[in-house]
């Protein structure tokens, strides 16, 4: 097990930060590790917006949750699929930008792509991070608190800090739930699968001090109801295509 | 500069690989670093598809370019967000899975979270490694070969190997263009950061005895076209919702 592997085990999520903000440099420093990722055919569709404004930060937090720690961690970035640059060259070269559900997808993985090796660089440093999709909960609002252009799509929020808790790891389905040989396993297989965890996962809820549920339980309570339905028309007026 | 963040830095994509297959030990070490990146509200919703099979590996490395890399390399995966799991457990439940575009988008990424992680900790023990968006030319194509049930949505795959060459760092944009603080820039400021961009990138081609052509001619050329058009399609077939 190398130190970069034992960083990623290492991670928690992290949501009480103390007071000191990330420096600069520690910043930019996770900002170029996040570029180092792959991106597709070199397009680099992400950007990342360190948002430093009181204000700006106390909505962004209201309408996360509320989730105080978007306003009290040491730096707070939103992640966004940045096809900006893109329609801007083309404009520029006078020809379409041909916006495609794949080019939508291509900048959710492009972004995440870097986002995860820039909150990896940050938890190598030392700090606690914590990816907040609780942005999605209103893009509309986020939109005018950033004052986003034409092709610029917010995916989600990512706080990192000095740490100021320090939580038991939550378990991971077992890796047969996951890694599979040539084609996907049988329904019962993967409730078989399924099963062993929902007891691991009460397990860790009774040893957090949360009240005990299932994993099944907490998925299906999540899952049956609908969630976020104004994203598509969001991303849509934003210059997406998403059929 | 840790190790961590030393090892993102040495990433480059691999496009030749030695004969040598990973060991399953390495594939179980790099799969359970993936699953330790954070997911959202646990829903852990992805897979991973090791392909071994020759005739499917073949049909898949046709279908991506041809790229012969998908066969030729030490391991090959297909990386799909996984809602199957949750599609199981809400029906066992009697109660709907509502498939909305949010679950769809943490689908995507969760499945990149754990996918850099995991392609992350391949390289940390020495693998190189290159992920295929190629896929997506068919993805009809790459669910009929693998059988994929309703709920599962491959994105990408994902090659791993020992390393047959040892390519010159592709540059990224300024750190300007990436890192922005509470909004995005300017059109103006944008395009001068990729002027001083596209001069890189050409340089960098020539030093690779590529074409020479700057960052924008490549990303217009490729972005003024349209793509992959049948994949809302596909995945509202496999039960996705993407309005």
Redesign the interface.
Known sequence: ?????T???A?R?IRQYGPDPIPREH???A??????????????A????????PD?LSELAELAGPQEKVEKCGAFFVVCADT???R???E??N????S????F??G??DA??????M???LE??GYG???I?GL?NDLERVDRI????EG?YP??GLCAGTKAQHPIA?P??P?E????????PS?ED??NA?GSYDET?AQYLEDRGAPRAS??E???S????????E??DY?TRKGAS??
């Open positions: 097990m190398n130190d970069t592997i960083t990623m085990h991670h999520s910043i930019e420093i900002v170029r590790a996040g570029q180092s990722a792959a991106t597709s055919s070199a397009v680099q992400y950007t990342a917006i360190h948002v430093t404004d700006k900006r640059r893109h801007l060259m083309c520029r070269a020809l379409p930008y041909e495609t559900l794949e080019r997808l291509v959710v993985i995440t792509l870097f986002a995860q090796n909150t990896l660089a190598s440093m991070t914590c990816y999709g999605r950033l004052d986003l252009p610029i995916l989600y939550r991971r389905l890796i739930s996951i890694l599979h040989t040539n084609g996907y329904d993967t409730m399924v996962y994993w099944s907490a998925m299906v999540k899952l049956s109801r609908r969630s976020r339905e994203l598509a991303f998403l059929t």
